[in-house]
Structure formats: C-alpha cells, structure tokens
C-alpha cells in the first residue's frame, strides 16, 4: 500500500518534501550528472538555486542533486515526466527517444564556436526548439551552453585512421554511433557516471567530451591524451515537464522563468571561459592536449561530416540551414 501511494503521489506530480523547504512552497528537485563547481552547467544550477531560494522564498524552494547522486540522464527524462524530479539539464545528445529534431546538435562541424552555437539558440528557430517536445509532455526553458567536444584515447590521436579499431564511449545518440563508425572505430552508449570506470578498467578505449567534463570527471588520468578536434557542441537543455510547469501558479512560473533567463544570461556568457581554465588545469595536472595543424583538422571533418546525410531528413534541410547561418 505505502508503495501504491507513493506512486500514486508521483503521477499526480506532488514532489515529496525537502528538508530545507517550508510548507506551502513549490519544491523543486533539480537533478543532474556534471560536478557541482568549476563546471558550466554545475555553477549555472547553483547559481540558479541561489537566486530561486532568495527571490521566491515562501514561494519556491530549489535543491540541486549534482554528479548523477539521483539519477543518469536518460533516467531522469522518465522521472521527470513521473513527478519525481522537476527540472533536469540533460545534453542536447540525449533526447533522442523524444525529438528527433536534436539531432541537429549533434552533426559533427556544425557549428564554428559557442558564440554560433549561441546565436543558433537565441533566433527564432532555436527557440521554437525548446517547444518541440510538448506532446510528449517535456517543456524546455532555456538552454546551457557547456562547450566544443574533443576525443581522448588511450592511444596518440592525430588522423582518425588512428582512432579504427579503437571503442569510445557515447552518449546515448544515433548521431554520435554514426560518427564513430564513420572512423571505424565501435560505439558504446555508456552513462556519464559510468565513463571513468570504463575508461580504466578498458572496458573503452577512448571517449568524447568538452574539457570542464573532461577535467572534472578527470578522464584524462586514464588516457594518454586529448586531441583538440573541436568537432561538437556539447550543450544543455534545462527542462520540465509541461504538466508541472503548466500547473503551477501562473505569478510562480514568470518569475521562475524570469530568473532562469537571467541565470542563463549570466552563465553563459562565461562557458567558454571555464573551458579555457579546465584546459590550462588539464595541463597542469600533467594531462597531454595534442593541437591539431588546419590540415590534420581536416581530415577529421572528411571522414564525420558526411554523417549529416544520414540524419537531414530526420532534422530538416532548413533547420540545418538556419543553424549554419549562425556561423556568420
Ligand atoms: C555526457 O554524457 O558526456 C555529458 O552529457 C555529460 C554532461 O552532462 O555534460
């Protein structure tokens, strides 16, 4: 029975009471997998808890669950839509079982730098994205940005035959299967909390990632080094589900998403500049970055970028059109 009840309290979206939370206030669980400090989407999350439980006390209370300690990713979509979770920020990479319209992040060499990625985001088009998902029941508030994947192996990178044979980690994304078969190399869909045990037990070889995940997962202690490919936006979705947010006090909900605009503002603005910092401590910490000549880049796009065939129709000619013309 007590089971029976504590779902039934789940469907019907109450969230059950945190400590820190007063009677009366709308309790908001926000889940996520990254490190909670040094790392774009971990700062922008407390940053975004900060502002809620000093702006709205008495009306909303906000607790942030980093580093996977509730639930992975593809999990918490699921959590999410039971009532267990409120808001979550899984990577653009992981909404395959709801849109296939995100595929468009994923195409390798899309975009030139986050500052495209960014203009991509904010446009029309972009923002019509954060409400593609609303017949499956999720809503999208705003997007956070982390940064340019690179790869890492247990082995040198430089040209991607080096990268054959090898199996790297992905995100659960048929785009990122795709690219990696494309070098000849084998997929394998892991979850974020999963990587660094993989990669050093060699259950992987190798894997793909921004450097704030690289550095704070702290992959690179068991590779030999990362390769500055820059051949991927890794970028977040805040998101909820449409009948929470669509239930809340419509007073709530603006200021909510008045805060959440405001947060996202501020932290995007300095994405980049935390990438720069957990680069510069890779090496610090010993770490290799290989640098890759224009032309040994090149040969990296060769082998990727015709993936985007595969995938057009799924996304949409015009959509990819839209997001390239971001590149200025
Ligand atoms: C990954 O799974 O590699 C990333 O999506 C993790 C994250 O949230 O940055």
């Known amino acids: ?21 007063d009677d009366g206030e709308v309790v908001i669980k926000f889940s996520h997998v990254t490190a909670a400090t040094g790392h774009p989407k971990g700062e922008a999350a407390t940053l975004l808890a900060k502002r809620v439980n000093e702006e709205m006390n008495g009306k909303a209370c906000m607790e942030v669950f980093p580093n996977s300690q509730l639930f992975n990713d593809n999990k918490v979509l699921e959590a999410l839509l039971l009532g267990d979770v409120q808001m979550a920020a899984p990577s653009l990479a992981k909404f395959e079982k709801y849109t296939k319209k995100f595929r468009l992040f994923d195409l390798p060499f899309l975009f030139n730098d986050i500052d495209a990625v960014d203009r991509f985001q904010t446009s029309e088009d972009g923002q019509k994205l954060l409400d593609s998902m609303q017949r499956k029941g999720l809503q999208g508030l705003g997007y ?6 690179n790869f890492s192996a247990n082995k040198p990178l430089v040209a991607p035959t080096d990268a054959a044979g090898l199996k790297f980690r992905v995100q659960t994304s048929e785009v990122a299967v795709a690219m990696i078969e494309a070098l ?3 997929p394998q869909k892991l979850a974020f909390k999963e990587v660094y045990g993989a990669l050093q037990t060699g259950v992987v070889d ?3 990632n921004t450097w704030s ?3 704070t997962k702290k992959f690179f202690e068991v590779q030999d080094g990362v ?7 890794l970028d977040y979705l805040v998101v909820t589900s449409t009948e ?9 909900r603006d200021q909510l998403k008045t805060i959440m605009d405001e947060v996202s503002a501020t932290r995007n603005s300095m994405s980049t500049e935390i990438n720069t910092q957990n680069r510069a401590k890779i090496l610090e910490a010993g770490g290799k970055i290989r640098e890759l000549s224009a032309d040994e880049r090149q040969a990296w796009v060769d082998v990727m970028k015709p993936v985007w065939d595969k995938f057009k129709d799924d996304i949409g000619q015009e959509l990819i059109d839209s997001a390239l013309s971001a590149n200025k």
């Open 206 to 208: 190798g894997q793909e």
């Open 213 to 215: 995940n690289i550095y």
């Open 227 to 233: 390769t500055e490919t820059n051949h991927q936006v």
């Open 184 to 186: 000849e190399a084998n």
């Open 244 to 252: 929470w947010w669509d239930g809340l006090d419509p007073a709530v």
């Open 144 to 149: 956070w940005h982390n940064g340019i994947k």
């Open 1 to 21: 029975f007590v089971l029976a009840a504590a779902t039934a309290a789940l469907m019907a979206g109450a969230a059950p009471a945190m400590a820190n939370c």
